[in-house]
Antibody, heavy 120, light 109 residues
Framework: EVQLVETGGGLIQPGGSLRLSCAAS????????MGWVRQAPGKGLDWVSI?????????YYADSVKGRFTISRDSSKNTLSLQMNRLRVEDTAIYYC????????????WGQGTLVTVSS | EIVLTQSPGTLSLSPGERATLSCRASQIVNSDFLAWYQQKPGQAPRLLIYGASSRATDIPERFSGSGSGTDFTLAISRLEPEDFAVYYCQHYGNSPLYTFGQGTKLEIK
């Protein structure tokens, strides 16, 4: 059974940094397309980033986070991470990790999400 | 940049009725890369439809997707109480790589 569990959320001041992790079970993270999607309180879904399969998997980011966020994988722990730097108030959201289909691009499996609150 | 516009914003129907949700793209898209999700309060989204018309694993047959070009539809043939939720369409493959519609809230009338 596929399972994704996000951790690392919390309250952080503007300009600070936070690292989110997504522990995967039931499959190998390194062999799959993996991404992050966020949802601000009461708002819709907002794509953040994706990493393609393989050791040199390409990475892509939404313009709103490019240069501030970094997506990565740890094969030894079978986890996906999102390093978030220079956080802004508008980054406040629930962050979901998801497994993506490599052809259809659909986000087939989702974690339960972790809340990041950026506030002074 | 592709923009997905969903309509209506809110749809009020009764259990047993048929629901029709629309997703319109700002330019022609490849229907292979059009998906639909359901999200209930306090839960993560769940994939319903991929490739515009293929049901995801364990999704009931009352859910169906259709469309091509710029106009896509999610239909729910006979609404069950558990179907009342927010629905999002999503496109993959352009800049930005992923685009979501703003969502349609399906509420009980």
């Amino acid at each position: 059974e596929v399972q994704l569990v996000e951790t690392g959320g919390g309250l952080i001041q503007p300009g600070g940094s936070l690292r989110l992790s997504c522990a995967a079970s039931g499959f190998t993270v390194n062999n799959k397309y993996m991404g992050w999607v966020r949802q601000a309180p009461g708002k819709g879904l907002d794509w953040v980033s994706i990493i393609y399969a393989g050791s040199g998997g390409a990475t892509y980011y939404a313009d709103s986070v490019k240069g501030r966020f970094t997506i990565s994988r740890d094969s030894s722990k079978n986890t996906l991470s999102l390093q978030m730097n220079r956080l802004r108030v508008e980054d406040t959201a629930i962050y979901y990790c998801a497994r993506a289909d490599p052809y259809w691009g659909s986000l087939d499996d989702w974690g339960q999400g972790t809340l990041v609150t950026v506030s002074s | 940049e592709i923009v997905l516009t969903q309509s209506p914003g809110t749809l009020s129907l009764s259990p047993g009725e048929r629901a029709t949700l629309s997703c319109r793209a700002s330019q022609i898209v490849n229907s292979d890369f059009l998906a639909w999700y359901q999200q209930k309060p306090g839960q993560a989204p769940r994939l319903l439809i991929y490739g515009a018309s293929s049901r995801a694993t364990d999704i009931p047959e009352r859910f169906s997707g259709s469309g091509s070009g710029t106009d896509f539809t999610l239909a729910i043939s006979r609404l069950e109480p558990e179907d009342f939720a927010v629905y999002y369409c999503q496109h993959y493959g352009n800049s930005p790589l992923y685009t979501f519609g703003q969502g349609t809230k399906l509420e009980i009338k």
